[in-house]
C-alpha cells in the first residue's frame, strides 16, 4: 500500500510526522494497536477498512518515527475520545512517546505524530466535498458567519482547521467550534485559545483539504502508573511516612 511520509521541522527542534495511505481491507490479525471490543462493533465494511488502514498506517508511522516494537503500547482515550499511546498497564516502561492524531475520510487515511510534550490535531476532507451553508451557523458565528454566508472564507479550511484544533486541544466536539475563528486566507498562523497557543498549518495535499494544528502540551496525560509515581513522589518530598499502608499507596491499590 502506498504511504507518504512528511516530517515537519518545528521550533525548538520538534518533529512533526504526517503520514497519509488510501483505505483498502486490512487484516485486523497483522496489527498490534487494535481493539478487538471495538472492531466488532463496525457495521459496515466501509468502516471497519477506514478504522484498520488508519491504525495500519499509524504503526508504519511510529516504525519511522523509530518506535519498531509496538508490543508493549496501546492506544488509550480520554473521557473526550481523544486517542493516545501509551504503556500497557502494569509493564513499568517508560517510552518517550509522541502525540497522536488519526483521521480518515473519502478513501483517504491520514495520521499525525508530534514528539512528546506537544499535541497534535489533524483532520482531512475531500476537496469536491465543502460543508453546507446549512451547517454554517454550527460552526461559526458573528461576522465569521456573515463571511462564510457571503462566500468570503474557504469553508472547507474552516471546517477542517476548526476540528484540528479541536484534537489538539483532545477536545474534540466537547469544544464548541464558534468559540475557534480562522483567520482569512493564512496558509499558516497562530491562534490562542485560553492558555493554549494552536499553530494552524494547511498541509497541501491533491485529493483532501488537510489541515494540521499543534502546540506546546499544557495539559499533558498521564497513565496510572505516572500518576502513582508522582504521587510517591510527593509523599517523599513532603517527608510524610510512605511504603506499605501509607495513604499514597492505599488510595490507589
Known amino acids: 500500500m502506498d504511504v507518504k511520509f512528511d516530517f515537519i521541522e518545528l521550533e525548538h527542534n520538534a518533529r512533526l510526522l504526517v503520514a497519509t495511505c488510501r483505505v483498502r481491507p486490512i487484516d485486523p490479525t497483522t496489527l498490534t494497536l487494535i481493539d478487538w471490543d471495538e472492531i466488532r462493533t463496525f457495521r459496515t465494511d466501509k468502516r471497519k477498512d477506514e478504522h484498520l488502514s488508519a491504525r495500519w498506517l499509524l504503526e508504519q508511522a511510529l516504525g519511522e518515527w523509530g518506535l519498531n516494537d509496538l508490543t508493549a503500547l496501546m492506544i488509550s482515550r480520554t473521557e473526550e ?93 466537547h469544544f464548541n467550534p464558534r468559540e475557534i475563528e480562522i483567520p482569512i486566507g493564512d496558509l499558516e498562523s497562530e491562534i490562542s485559545i485560553g492558555n493554549s497557543k494552536i499553530q494552524l498549518r494547511n498541509f497541501l495535499h491533491p485529493t483532501h483539504k488537510i489541515m494540521l494544528a499543534y502546540g506546546k502540551d499544557s495539559t499533558p496525560i498521564r497513565s496510572p502508573e505516572e500518576a502513582l509515581l508522582e504521587a510517591t513522589r510527593d509523599a517523599m518530598d513532603s517527608g510524610a511516612s510512605w511504603g506499605v499502608g501509607c495513604s499514597t499507596t492505599r488510595n490507589n491499590s
Open 81 to 173: 475520545r481523544a486517542p493516545y499511546l501509551n504503556v500497557i498497564h502494569g509493564m513499568w516502561i517508560q517510552y518517550s512517546l509522541p502525540s497522536i492524531s488519526i483521521s480518515h475520510s473519502d478513501g483517504l487515511a491520514c495520521v499525525a505524530l508530534i514528539d512528546e510534550g506537544w499535541t497534535v490535531g489533524l483532520d482531512a476532507e475531500p476537496l469536491n466535498r465543502p460543508p453546507k451553508p446549512a451547517v454554517f451557523d454550527m460552526m461559526a458565528k458573528g461576522e465569521e458567519l456573515e463571511r462564510l454566508n457571503a462566500g468570503k472564507i474557504d469553508s472547507l479550511l474552516a471546517w477542517t482547521g476548526k476540528e484540528a484544533i479541536q484534537k489538539a486541544l483532545r477536545m474534540g466536539m
